[in-house]
């Protein structure tokens, strides 16, 4: 759920407004906590509006909306095929899993293409989760569901949950569309090393790929629009 609030201040005859952000509610939640971070903020609003040295001060508050609309979160889930523009590029992996765990084949990937690669090993059908589940015992998903939702909260929990794994690698997220569009979703900023996913959508279903080759995928030979 979305929650929204507004608090209306009288203003020789005006009504003067003050609006906070958007709170995402889920069952995990604390209400307790949550409540007490928005008393906090609208009493500093308030006491922000009294002390601009207009000498007015709040004679009352005349209504307070509450606005609730359904959470629809992005998560990635059971397979998609690459989209035609995407295949001439050979720049993703796209693994072909029949269950909800396609960020953690993506995750993996990455590692053991870069650490077979440097071996001078070729992995053969590498779309195929049986390269990549024998090392899903590494990793702690602990307090993550599956399938993993597309939040900066959820991805920055796993890198931290991960850091052993991922030898400090950040992770990034860009939503690539049916048309071409390459759209940032979740970018780490706080390292220069990355894993790269994408995230194919088909109608309200999603599903994560590896971007092996970055490069490749904005290469403008190819049809895309960042």
């Not at 606005?67 to 693994?95: A, M, Q, R």
């Not at 990937?109 to 059908?125: F, L, P, R, T, V």
Request: glycine share 6%; net charge positive; hydrophobic share 35%.
């Amino acid at each position: 759920n979305e929650k929204e609030n507004k608090l209306f201040f009288a203003n020789e005859g005006e009504d003067n407004h003050y609006k906070h952000k958007h709170y995402i509610i889920t069952k995990a939640t604390d209400f307790d906590s949550l409540y007490e971070e928005i008393i906090n903020e609208i009493s500093a609003a308030v006491g922000d509006f009294q002390g601009k040295g207009s000498g007015w001060t709040i004679e009352s508050i005349n209504e307070m909306f509450l606005s609730l609309v359904k959470y629809e979160p992005i998560k990635g889930g059971t397979f998609i095929k690459t989209y035609d523009w995407l295949k001439h590029k050979h720049c993703i992996i796209n693994v072909k899993n029949n269950d909800d765990r396609c960020f953690l084949y993506s995750i993996i990937a990455s590692s053991c293409h870069n650490e077979y690669k440097a071996k001078g090993i070729k992995i053969d059908n590498p779309n195929r989760p049986r390269h990549y589940e024998p090392y899903l015992k590494y990793i702690n998903m602990k307090g993550i569901d599956f399938p993993v939702e597309c939040k900066e909260s959820i991805i920055r929990k796993f890198e931290k949950q991960n850091e052993v794994v991922l030898d400090g690698i950040g992770i990034n997220v860009f939503e690539l569309t049916k048309n071409g569009k390459i759209i940032p979703l979740i970018i780490n900023h706080k390292t220069t090393k990355h894993i790269n996913l994408g995230l194919l959508r088909d109608g309200d279903k999603f599903h994560y790929v590896w971007i092996k080759d970055f490069n490749k995928l904005v290469n403008k030979k190819g049809k895309h629009t960042m």
